[in-house]
């Protein structure tokens, strides 16, 4: 049985680089991969301008309980005129900073009749100014190929006047849930049925990280069940997933099924807790990874193992979580002989040791705990770990980035 540190560089090496990539408008392309760095070609702001509603003078013209003529109201959008001595010009927040003006007064610290003002408190040379190219700096790189674009990179490009930016082409994920006792949601269950919880679960998940499940089939239990869902999800997508039937029952069939098909069989179970049924295995020279059906075995293995792959197939340029420090609250004694993860709550993220506190209930079919949990801690095997020591943790918000 494979270590979990291996298994997990393993599957993040297990598909290619996307290559393909494609212009998409700005309207559509949050939660896409850029395929290029892109250099600003702006100063950002473009001049310097006023952040603030108020007056533009020359800091030398301030004399305590003197009065200044009103020259011109520039609002923003407006063009300034040269600042003469001896006068203001009146600005708004995001208004040009007019030639040989230094400073800004705010408006509340200023009294204004007959066209002069007088301002009412010593203005500190340079205040309330935007200079220009204080937030980007034209021909530096502003955002670096391989990053998901979120609000924050969408609103730099757009600073920029772009309205298209080069993506990758989106990674296709065919998903496949499997098993006899499976009802879908929204249909009659009978008694001895569940509903299926793992299609839409990781058709969040995926969702999560900018990728698309771009079809999702199940399959019952039978070699041409799962044979033809293979056939129609490996022609349409570029890596597939597949849910239950990994074990070691009767009606496990996913292995033998892709051994059938003339599929290489990679990796099979990982010394991990929950998840080791997992496989990675590889068909018409497209990656397969065989998820654990249990829904909190599926979680777990998509955050740790399956995200950093698809991380990788779409061109991102980190695939792997970061590994965080904090202290175990519990009342328990854990660990065991593989690699645990549990579900825990980390309280007082800003803390140098956060406190991690495990959801009461581990079992590996608990969703409860899924819906609860914000991070995974590492237990590490062969270990024995109780209230107070130090245990590394994956915060869920950066596994499904
Ligand atoms: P399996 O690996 O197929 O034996 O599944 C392990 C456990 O997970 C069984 O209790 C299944 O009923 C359950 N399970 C498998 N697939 C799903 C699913 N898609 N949604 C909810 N539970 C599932
Ligand atoms: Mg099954």
């Given at each position: 049985m494979l270590d979990f540190d291996t298994a997990q560089s393993r599957l993040a090496a297990a598909g290619p680089a996307p290559t393909t990539t494609q212009e998409v408008p700005l309207t559509e392309c949050h939660g896409r991969i850029l395929a290029q760095s892109v250099t600003a070609t702006?100063?950002?702001?473009?001049s310097d301008n006023s952040a603030m509603d108020g007056y533009a003078i020359r800091h030398a013209d301030y004399q305590a309980g003197g009065s200044l003529p009103i020259q011109q109201r520039c609002y923003a959008g407006d063009t300034p005129e040269a600042l003469e001595p001896g006068k203001t010009i009146r600005l708004y927040t995001g208004s040009v900073m007019p030639e040989g003006a230094d400073t800004v007064v705010m408006q509340e610290n200023v009294t204004e009749a007959n066209e002069q003002i007088t301002i009412n408190q010593a203005p500190t040379k340079g205040s309330h100014v935007r200079y220009q190219g204080e937030d980007v700096r034209a021909n530096t790189e502003m955002i670096a190929a391989g990053t998901k674009l979120d609000a924050g990179e969408i609103a730099l490009l757009a600073s920029q006047g772009m309205a298209t930016v080069t993506v990758f082409a989106s990674l296709k994920i065919g998903l496949l849930t499997t098993g006899d006792e499976l009802a879908q949601p929204g249909q009659p269950r009978t008694p001895e049925q569940i509903y299926n919880s793992n299609s839409p679960m990781l058709a969040a998940l995926i969702a999560r990280l900018g990728?698309?499940?771009h079809r999702v089939l199940h399959a019952v239990d039978t070699p041409e069940a799962i044979t033809k869902a293979f056939q129609t999800l490996l022609d349409e997508c570029d890596l597939v997933l597949t849910v239950g039937?990994?074990?070691?029952?009767?009606?496990?069939?996913v292995k033998p099924t892709i051994e059938q098909m003339g599929g290489t069989m990679d990796l099979w179970r990982?010394?991990?807790?929950?998840?080791?049924p997992v496989a990675l295995a590889h068909a018409q020279n497209k990656p397969i990874v065989c998820l654990p059906g249990n829904p909190v075995s599926a979680y777990v293995v998509f955050a740790l193992l399956v995200a950093p792959l698809i991380r990788t197939m779409q061109g991102r340029h980190t695939v792997l979580p970061s590994t965080r420090y904090g202290r175990l609250a519990t009342t328990r004694t854990l660990g065991g002989s593989r690699e645990e993860f549990l579900r825990v709550r980390v309280h007082g993220?800003?803390?140098a040791m956060p406190t991690i506190e495990p959801h009461t209930d581990q079992g590996s079919a608990i969703i409860n705990s899924l819906a609860w949990a914000n991070a995974l801690a590492r237990v590490p095997a062969d270990s024995s770990i109780a209230d107070g020591d130090t245990i590394t943790f994956y915060e869920l918000a950066e596994c499904l980035a």
């Open positions: 702006l100063d950002l702001p473009p990728a698309k499940p039937g990994v074990s070691v029952g009767d009606k496990d069939l990982v010394r991990m807790k929950p998840g080791r993220q800003s803390d």
